[in-house]
């Protein structure tokens, strides 16, 4: 490795401009006690930094980039798009496109509104619960990270939980009084707090497969009986599948576990990478928003015509079906060769993965929720994070997030990948 002098020195002079140097937290790697690297390109599976090292990438940017950096036919269809115009305030085809698409492939969505980000689908998700159902109080689980709106910043994961701030100063108690949180996979408290709140829950929402926790998955029979609990008590179910969202299948983690919510919340997934959101759901709900109903929602840049032409890409190239087989057999042989590595040297640990998302917690196990991911071994997760860095292998850095596979990821790269882990272990 030529070091990283470079990204160093940038860092240094982002501090000056940018609070913390970053746009996000999760990207200043003070969780790790190392400087970020500045990235200057991605192509398929690698990344360059401003140094010239190059890393086998498993952020993805955070998720949305299934088909790896740089996909000829995504670069292709943005530069097309970039001729004809960047942004009209106006109706396109496109937009029209995306949504038909998006009913198609995803199955509770009948109609879909796009926006700019996740934050704004999960936000805006829970002001049409509310509105729809007359009600206030929404349900969600630690661990789980909807964004960074008021109301979902309580015991929230990702960024929040890795600063130690899962409910942040600046959000009125007022505002976060009305979220209930409860532990993941923990049925016997969701069904106590729709007893004691009867008929003040708007909505339970979640991380169909926790994402930013680390990779935790639902336990068979979580996602059905808070079907069964949410129609009941006649409040609405919203799957947060920002992440999950065209990854775990074609239509999310709902598809895959065969449960519909009420709502569905997608995010930087369907715009390849380019900033925008979605939420969706049946007409009977989606038409409580303006201007068809009372429920305001707006949006300049909603909908922009870059975002839809990478996304509509990508999601077309993703509805062969072939993409998946590829990316289970990547991302399996990955997995089993880290937890045979790390069960060969007798490292407590686990690895737990739904398709293409896992993560590696340095803990025995079992890891459920959001209270069991906090007994990790946060040491052990740096000093590895560190050595594989220094191998050229680019993780999350944070304990608490995941690694994602792409279908740009060679069965070359997974090979390095788990040398680089043998020797960081
Ligand atoms: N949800 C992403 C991480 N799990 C967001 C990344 C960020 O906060 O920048």
């Not at 206030?136 to 630690?142: E, G, L, P, T, V």
């Not at 959000?171 to 729709?194: H, M």
């Not at 006649?234 to 065209?246: K, R, S, Y």
């Not at 590595?341 to 293409?356: D, E, F, M, Y």
Request: aromatic share 8%.
């Amino acid at each position: 490795m030529p070091g990283a002098k470079i990204s160093e020195l940038l860092y240094q002079q982002a501090r000056q401009v940018i609070p913390g140097g970053v746009n996000s937290p999760v990207r200043a790697f003070k969780a790790v006690g190392l400087p970020p690297r500045f990235i200057r390109s991605g192509k398929g599976s690698r990344i360059v930094d401003e140094d010239g090292n190059e890393y086998i990438d498993y952020v993805g940017s955070w998720g949305p980039l299934i088909l790896g950096h740089a996909h000829p036919r995504v670069l292709e269809a943005l530069e097309e798009a970039m001729k004809r115009g960047t942004s009209f305030g106006a109706p396109t085809r496109g937009e029209l496109e995306m949504a038909q698409t998006i009913t198609e492939m995803v199955p509770s969505i009948e109609m879909v509104r796009l926006v700019n980000s996740g934050t704004e689908a999960v936000m805006s998700a829970i002001r049409l619960a509310r509105g729809y159902t007359g009600r206030n109080k929404i349900i969600k689980f630690s661990g789980c990270y909807h964004g960074h709106s008021d109301g979902l910043l309580a015991s929230a994961g990702s960024g929040a939980a890795t600063f130690s701030v899962p409910d942040s100063m600046g959000v009125p108690e007022t505002v976060v009084g009305e979220t209930i949180v409860l532990q993941y996979n923990k049925l016997d408290q969701v069904a106590a707090c729709f007893n004691e709140h009867a008929d003040s829950v708007a909505a339970v929402v979640l991380e169909p497969v926790a994402g930013n926790m680390g990779v935790v998955p639902p336990q068979q029979g979580f996602l059905a009986v808070l079907r069964d609990l949410c129609a009941k008590h006649a409040a609405l179910l919203i799957f947060d599948e920002v992440i999950t969202g065209f990854r775990v299948a074609p239509g999310g983690a709902q598809e895959l576990y065969g449960v519909i919510p009420d709502l569905t919340c997608l995010g930087k997934v369907i715009g390849g990478g380019l900033p925008v959101g979605a939420f969706g759901g049946p007409r009977s709900i989606m038409e409580s928003l303006a201007p068809e109903g009372g429920v305001y929602q707006a949006g300049t840049l909603s909908g922009n015509p870059l975002a839809v032409a990478a996304g509509l890409t990508m999601l077309r190239l993703l509805r062969t079906g072939e993409v998946y087989r590829e990316l289970e057999s990547r991302s399996a042989k990955l997995a089993k060769g880290v937890k045979d590595i790390l069960a060969g040297k007798g490292i407590p640990h686990t690895l737990r993965r739904v398709g293409s998302m896992m993560s590696l917690f340095f803990n025995p196990g079992p890891v459920t929720c959001y209270e069991e991911v906090l007994t990790s071994d946060r040491g052990a997760f740096v000093k590895f994070f560190s050595r594989m860095l220094d191998q050229g292998i680019y993780l999350a850095p944070s304990a608490f997030e995941a690694w994602f596979v792409s279908a740009a990821h060679s069965e070359e790269d997974i090979e390095r990948t788990l040398a680089a882990v043998e020797q960081s272990v």
